[in-house]
């Protein structure tokens, strides 16, 4: 949608909706304080009596004096969307939520607890130390930016989780876990609309950013998982990607393929390093390729431990 008002007309709201798929909606974040425009997924099942969102963003945070509506959830239930037939995605709230959170960084969780009073909030179950409570504020970044760490409920669901509503109707998703860019990484996967939904895993255009605790050669063995679920799709050449920036609806295979392609020559050196720097008392290192489209800023430890260097 174009950035309207809300329905009062008088708040500007901190997000704009758009139509992907029959069931889908990509609502973007789009001038938030840390410049992150997070991308926000709504599958709307009526049948169900449910909406699953995945990732919530940041809160709607934002420098703009003109934005009013920060809340996501009033955003869904209260602002008209063309694409809707010029209805809120869940007017009224009607319909109960799901969300999921694809990880737990600030730029995808900041919206949560306004959902959290009412509604299942679902993540990985890979790595459970990771989203601990004594762990989240420091893994999900908030503690480096001075946020307050939101306080919800997270259930952990296992690979090829099938998600359902509260009364046991299927949403059309599964949770895939997709460890590397962080252990809590999961994907969602929609077999009938032939849709992946890959979170912070891999994007387009802005850097792909990795934390202290990722790992590339975690994230190669991802990758090749995705690919090779991609590929084994008879009209694999319709499946499309969706990433938590940047990409939307985009052929999965040739975005997977690529953004591959690029991690390789980043660790056999045939990308050259374009930036190394000091954050937060640890070494990081940028590669961005001059011509294409894809770009890493990472931790230089993970890009020499992929190397198979030993790191102090």
């Known amino acids: 949608m174009e950035k309207g008002t809300s329905l009062d007309n008088k708040r500007l709201p901190a997000?704009?909706?758009?139509?992907?798929?029959?069931?889908?909606?990509?609502?973007?974040?789009?001038?938030?304080?840390?410049?992150?425009?997070?991308?926000?997924?709504?599958?709307?099942?009526?049948?169900?009596?449910?909406?699953?969102?995945?990732?919530?963003?940041?809160?709607?945070?934002?420098?703009?004096?003109?934005?009013?509506?920060?809340?996501?959830?009033?955003?869904?239930?209260?602002?008209?969307?063309?694409?809707?037939?010029?209805?809120?995605?869940?007017?009224?709230?009607?319909?109960?939520?799901?969300?999921?959170?694809s990880h737990c960084h600030y730029d995808h969780i900041?919206?949560?607890?306004?959902?959290?009073?009412?509604?299942?909030?679902?993540?990985?179950?890979?790595?459970?130390?990771?989203?601990?409570?004594?762990?989240?504020?420091?893994?999900?970044?908030?503690?480096?930016?001075?946020?307050?760490?939101?306080?919800?409920?997270?259930?952990?669901?296992?690979?090829?989780?099938?998600?359902?509503?509260?009364?046991?109707?299927?949403?059309?998703l599964t949770v895939l876990h997709t460890p590397g860019h962080t252990p809590d990484e999961l994907a969602l996967w929609d077999a009938d609309e032939k849709m992946l939904y890959t979170g912070d895993t891999l994007y387009e255009d802005d850097p792909i950013i990795f934390p202290t605790r990722g790992s590339l050669p975690v994230w190669f063995s991802t990758i090749d998982q995705l690919i090779e679920l991609v590929e084994t799709q008879p009209d694999s050449e319709n499946v499309m990607i969706n990433c938590g920036h940047a990409t939307a609806l985009r052929p999965a295979l040739e975005v997977l393929r690529t953004c591959r392609k690029f991690m390789e020559n980043v660790v056999s050196g045939k990308e050259p390093l374009k930036r190394r720097y000091l954050r937060r008392g640890t070494w990081c290192v940028e590669f961005k390729e001059d011509k294409g489209r894809f770009s890493l800023i990472c931790p230089e430890r993970l890009v020499l431990e992929a190397k198979g260097e030993v790191v102090a």
């Not at 970044?141 to 690979?159: D, F, K, M, S, W």
């Open 15 to 101: 997000f704009t909706a758009r139509r992907l798929t029959q069931t889908t909606f990509l609502i973007v974040e789009w001038d938030d304080v840390f410049n992150e425009h997070p991308f926000i997924y709504a599958k709307v099942v009526p049948s169900a009596k449910t909406i699953l969102i995945l990732d919530t963003g940041c809160g709607g945070a934002t420098h703009n004096p003109e934005i009013g509506l920060k809340s996501l959830r009033e955003f869904i239930e209260t602002v008209n969307v063309p694409d809707n037939n010029g209805k809120p995605l869940n007017e009224g709230g009607k319909m109960k939520y799901i969300v999921v959170e």
């Open 110 to 172: 900041l919206g949560v607890e306004p959902f959290a009073t009412d509604s299942p909030i679902l993540g990985s179950s890979h790595s459970p130390s990771f989203v601990s409570p004594e762990n989240f504020p420091a893994n999900s970044e908030c503690n480096a930016l001075g946020l307050r760490a939101p306080i919800y409920e997270l259930t952990l669901v296992p690979h090829l989780h099938e998600i359902t509503s509260s009364s046991g109707l299927s949403m059309g």
